[in-house]
């Protein structure tokens, strides 16, 4: 098993672009997450999935956000029409549903730089 | 509603001080309660975990325990090393299975 992995992980965007990133969870980890992580600060939920389904996005989160999670395994994050406030690391995370004490585990995040 | 807080750093310390991260939470429900490292340049990584209250979890020499009657989960380790430097996030996940962190405690440990 090779842990969560996340691409890309650096990407530059010109403000107004559309942007996409990628995560692939670990096998078998039906539950998957999107924090964002600025500078300083710890990971801000973003939306989680259980299998396919989105169960909850954050109201922090403007419409230009959307996450799909297809067939239950990779997950994409969009963002639309991005901003310079979109500056952040994205991270993705995953985890089983083996009871209370089950941790999620991270991917190395795909750092965002909006110009 | 969930919220997790912890003390602000950076924590600077001499190797083989005693080190201690202020954890406290706010939960509906009943919450198991994580310890997470940020290594520079590497993603977060488990720590340590306790998922009711008395428990004690440990690993790599450093200890938290649940503590219900307090709200807190403070994490401890007797003798820090150079590579112990990092920062640590202490977080939450509640009966939703939905995770909350802190803001993270950045701690330097000089030789």
């Known amino acids: 098993d090779t842990g969560v992995s996340q691409n890309p992980r650096h990407k530059i965007t010109k403000r107004g672009q559309n942007v996409t990133f990628r995560c692939d969870p670990i096998?078998?980890?039906?539950?998957l997450y999107w924090y964002r992580q600025t500078l300083g600060q710890g990971p801000e939920f973003l939306t989680y999935f259980q299998n396919e389904a989105q169960l909850e996005k954050s109201r922090l989160l403007s419409d230009r956000f959307s996450a799909e999670r297809p067939k239950g395994s990779f997950s994409t994050l969009e963002i639309q029409r991005t901003e310079q406030g979109d500056s952040a690391m994205y991270l993705c995370?995953?985890?089983?549903?083996?009871?209370?004490?089950?941790?999620?585990?991270f991917g190395q995040g795909t750092r965002l730089t909006v110009v | 509603g969930n919220s997790v807080t912890q003390m602000e750093g950076p924590v600077t310390l001499s190797e083989e001080a005693f080190l201690t991260i202020n954890c406290t939470y706010t939960a509906t429900g009943y919450p198991s309660l994580f310890w997470y490292v940020q290594y520079p340049g590497e993603g977060l990584q488990l720590l340590l975990k306790?998922?009711?209250?008395?428990d004690k979890g440990s690993n790599k020499g450093f200890e938290a325990t649940y503590r219900k009657e307090t709200t807190s989960f403070h994490l401890e380790k007797g003798s820090v090393q150079v590579s112990d430097s990092a920062v640590y996030f202490c977080?939450?996940?509640?009966?939703?299975?939905?995770?909350?962190f802190g803001s993270g405690t950045k701690l330097n440990v000089k030789p």
């Open positions: 306790a998922t009711k209250a008395d």
């Open positions: 995370a995953s985890s089983s549903d083996r009871g209370p004490g089950t941790e999620a585990f």
């Open positions: 977080a939450l996940k509640n009966n939703f299975n939905k995770f909350y």
């Open positions: 096998s078998e980890h039906n539950r």
